[in-house]
């Protein structure tokens, strides 16, 4: 007898709490049989809403709040859609009130008539009139009311406040007089009563206010009421109102409303024909016209299934995005998913791997047995993606593209910082909390107690950490912001605003409301155009160098780059940088492009278990024993291991006559565990063995097997393609090194951290670093002689507004010759003092033999010498340096760790001499640096030098500390718990120079076990 007319779900972003699955099925355990979802001024959630309404077979509402402007004044109104006609509007005033970001002009209300609408009174625009018993100015705006919308109701709510209570029977008499009816609609912002703290804790966040301001928002009783609290809280008539509104609405399919766009073609040509075409074109064009056996058989079977699926429009789209990126110099990734087993999409130029050289197979890129939309995904250099998301839009118009919403959620660590500022903890107290959190890849916070003993320890003695802990742990995955999908970018032959709700997030295209996992059933076509900052680095070596070469066709065996590999001198070579990589090449010391290949498989979880049995067999090829000698051809390259999803459908084809499409089934139902799906194909797996001769129990021990390893099996497309890429880095590298470390440090001016381990990489490979200058730095790195310049931007504070002003005064009026006419000149220009001072400790102006100290001591002089030599003349400014003569420098000398101190807080790093360099110099041990420890755990010892000390006393009284620490390439932080504290305390001084040996852990923190001074 009653319905729930108003409900925020999570998705509305720190006002609701509940997710979608917690809503309906809270709303069916409370014996109700529909629900609406009407979340503030957007549809998030409604794919997921009408999903798990049918999964707990509950009748979905689809609604939003939204909100409209009328005089100047905001009405906020519940719309729910009654059809699909009703949906397509509702869909339209959601993106019109998100693409604005402003509330919708209440005339555009009187178009919509097939949406039903409830204007609220409490919280609403009827509210100061109800507050005030004003009857003449309500009367005045229900009129305006009945005239706008032409399904309304007056929405009542807030019953459990007498106050309210009284307001709503007071006004039902003049709303009921005016025509208008009105329904029981009780706020919905959380599950049960018990969730009001935690939800005042999440409007703290939202709205940066703590638990104790006054202004903070005060809603209890919003919870769900089930229908016995619904009867006694309102009307029986508007309770039936409330389920009248739910019988007026009918099923709603937003799936299949849309398809992929038609790639433009002259009238006498089809989509079919021009594809085909330009198919055997491209094949001729690969082959230099001698196309070897089983091309063409090939490219027949693919586009037979690519025109059965109606897909021509989607290659031919992919074809020419990519022609027109070619046409403007943009370099193109190789190729990158399963789409590298297209045949199709290799002699089209999409991709550059040839599948049959490579055994890739086009049944796990588009399988003619289980229909899904193809997936194409594309690499670029990141600095000139966006040039090809415009081309996009700009050929199919920008209501036919946009990008695709993803949620920023309340993670492990941003949730305990901001659920600690609402509770008005200490900031010391959270980042240590904050810190002991391990760096891993969607941790909990309960994974972080249970697997850092600095946590827990952390908690144990403070009470308010651990209520700060409790809530989070309740608040941990809320969404708190949209952003977008780093590559996805959708495409629809209907324009988007009839097909889906938009939103405005950022200023080049509009984002779908919906994410990803819901558009191909609404017919919306996906692409990923991904930029990759690899891409960029080889698309500026390429171009910085004298001799011309077609990067796509390097030779596949040039031995400078094997050896570079195996040697693991891969730091800054596409995946093949990380420690644990590294240490995985030395080991394997690949000497031919396979390895690489196989490499990049393996190197993930789960696969990591193949790693000792594939080193074991390439070491000694003898050991390879086959099951059954049909496996050799299959396996011969990984050495007997099925490492590879295509090599499991392979085996799966050649020994139990599986057709391709047929054995990526097998592939896709393991892989998604489908245990019934899995057990039929077993039995044809078995009865197809024994057809082509073998033995049943050597068949059933064959299936097993390829259970095994396709839980682990790599997708062998997509590791070829990065494979590639891998490998033109490393050629690079090895043949230009000077070229490859300039390109990789430009590509992360910027980042402190991968600059600091470059420049280190830099100094092992005996590669001369320059510092910055201001008479020969440029905006990026830039080869000097044999060396590499430092740019200016590159140093903190110091942009590009701050590089031009300098380059225009160098280009204009030659180098500077001197400290005091660098000042002088620039200073006319506006240039800042404290720039200048950053640019001398950054070591820009070291050139004019000058020490740092003496041009920072001598800096107010040189100011005062720029104004005497500056003249003004109808309101411009020069100098004339003969005016005065130069000040005499106040000389002191620079004391070495002051100066790399300072060097290293304006740059994040020391680029000159660092205080450890001599330390290792003298040293017979090798010492890691802090940056090679990166995810490792287990013991190290280590030097570095004391940053920060933070002591603490734990609940005993015991003293301890935490101190953070640094090398030449990162920072680390330590704990010394009681037992080590007390041994070592006189040692940890800011400054200090110390051997660590220490166990790390999951969060990149050290336990210390033992210090030992090295100063």
Sequence with gaps: MSVHLYTLSHYSLLQGMMSIEQLVTTAKNRGFSAIALTDLNTMYGIPEFIKQCKKHDLKPLIGSVVDFEYQQQLIPVVMIAKNQTGYKQLIYISTLANQSKKPVDLALATNIDQLITIVLSEGGWLEGELILNDQASLSDKLEVIRRTFADVYIGLS??????????????????????????????????????YEAYRIVRGIRMGQTIKDKSLIHQPHRHLLDTSEMVELYDIEDLVASDEIAQKCETIDINNMTSLPQFPLGQ???????????????????????????????????????????????????????????????????GRGSSAGSLVAFVLGITHVDPIVYDLLFERFLNPQRISMPDIDIDFPDNRRDEVIRYVKDKYGEDHIAHIVTFGTLAAKQCLRDVSRVFEIPLKDVDMLSKSVPNAVKITL?????????????????????????????????????????????????????????????????????????????????????????????????????????????????VKTYELISQGDTVGVFQLESEGMKALIRKMKPDRFDDIVATIALFRPGPMENIPLYLKMKSDPSNIKYLLPQLEPILKSTYGIMIYQEQIMLVT????????????????????????????????????????????NVAITLFDLILKFANYGFNKSHSVAYALISYQMAYLKANYP???????????????????????????????????????????????????RFPIVAVKGIGQAAYTLIQNERNERGIFTDYYDFVARMLVHRFSGKWIETLIYAGALDEFNLSRATMIASLDDAVSYADLVRIEISGQSRIDLQLVSRPIPIVVKDQPLLRSEKEKEVLGFYLGEHPLLSVRANSRINYPHIS????????????????????????????????????????????????????????????????ISGKMEENGSCLTRNIVSKS
């Design 446 to 558: 309960q994974d972080a107690y249970e697997q850092s003993e600095r946590f827990r320890l952390a908690l144990s003695s403070d009470v308010a950490l651990q209520r700060v802990f409790e809530m989070a742990k309740q608040l941990e995955g809320l969404p708190r912001h949209v952003s977008t999908h780093a590559a996805g970018i959708v495409m629809s032959k209907h324009p988007l605003q009839q097909v889906v709700p938009l939103i405005s997030v950022e200023e080049d295209l509009y984002s779908t409301q919906y994410s990803m996992e819901y558009l191909e059933d609404i017919g919306l076509i996906k692409m990923d155009f991904l930029g990759l900052r690899n891409l960029t680095i080889i698309d500026e070596i390429v171009n910085r160098m004298d001799v011309s070469i077609d990067i796509l066709k390097i030779p596949l065996d040039d």
């Design 158 to 195: 807030t019953n459990e406040s007498p106050f309210w209570n009284q307001l709503n029977r007071w006004a039902k008499g003049l709303i009921t007089s005016k025509g208008l009816r009105t329904v029981a609609i009780p706020k919905v912002y959380y599950a049960d009563e018990s969730d």
């Design 738 to 788: 000077l070229l490859f470390y300039t390109s990789l440090l430009t590509s992360v001016i910027g980042s402190e951290t991968k600059t600091s381990e470059y420049l280190d990489e830099c100094r092992q490979r005996g590669v001369r670093i320059y510092p910055p200058s201001v008479n020969s730095s440029k905006d990026k790195y830039v080869i000097e002689g044999k060396a590499i």
């Design 932 to 995: 090679q420890l990166t995810g490792k755990v287990g013991e190290v010892t280590f030097i570095a030098m004391i940053q920060r000390v933070k002591t603490h006393r734990t609940k005993k009284g015991d003293m301890m500390a935490f101190i953070s620490v640094s090398d030449e390439s990162s920072y680390m932080d330590c704990v010394c718990l009681p037992n080590v504290y007390q041994k070592v305390w006189e040692l940890l001084q800011k400054g200090a120079i110390v051997e």
């Design 268 to 334: 006498n040509v089809n989509s079919k024909q021009y594809l085909t075409q330009l198919c055997l074109l491209g094949l001729k064009k690969r082959f230099n016209g001698e196309v070897p056996d089983g091309y063409h058989a090939r490219l027949k079977y693919e586009l037979d299934v690519i025109t059965s699926m109606n897909y021509e429009d989607y290659f031919l789209i992919v074809w020419d995005l990519i022609r027109y990126a070619k046409t403007q110099g943009i370099y193109v990734g190789p």
């Design 653 to 696: 084809q050649k020994i139990a006559g599986f057709s391709l499409a047929k054995a990526d089934i097998l592939r896709k139902a393991v892989s998604k565990k489908k245990e019934d799906e899995i057990l039929a194909l077993k039995a044809d797996f078995v009865s197809g063995c024994v057809d082509n001769g073998v033995n049943e």
